[in-house]
């Protein structure tokens, strides 16, 4: 069973930056795709950022040019470097890794993001 541990959430006043990693603990981690989602209180879970194998990234329109997704296939990890946060970010964040033709995927256990006004 693949295990992915999250961290870098917390609290954080608006217009500042944090920076989410997620370790996965298979191998087979390069040849993955990745993604981070999050879930606000009330509302469904949405993707914020993906990464292909081979580093191709798209964003959710809410957090382009504020947030960045990238990958070290040597560290099985991969991060969100968020800035210019926002109130409306505050959210659990999920990390996910998965085949790339999407027939199985894993999911972190999620890491609390307070973005304070």
């Known amino acids: 069973q693949v295990q992915l541990v999250e961290s870098g959430g917390g609290l954080v006043q608006a217009g500042g930056s944090l920076r989410l990693s997620c370790a996965a603990s298979t191998p087979l981690f390069g040849i993955m795709r990745a993604g981070w989602y999050r879930q606000a209180p009330g509302k469904q879970r949405e993707l914020v950022a993906a990464i292909t194998s081979r580093s191709a990234t798209n964003y959710a329109d809410s957090v382009k040019g504020r947030f960045t997704i990238s990958r070290d296939n040597a560290k099985n990890t991969v991060y969100l470097q968020m800035n210019s946060l926002k109130p409306e970010d505050t959210a659990v964040y999920y990390c996910?890794?998965?085949?790339?033709?999407?027939?199985?995927?894993?999911w972190g256990q999620g890491t609390q993001v307070t973005v304070s006004s």
């Open positions: 996910n890794i998965g085949a790339e033709s999407g027939s199985y995927s894993y």
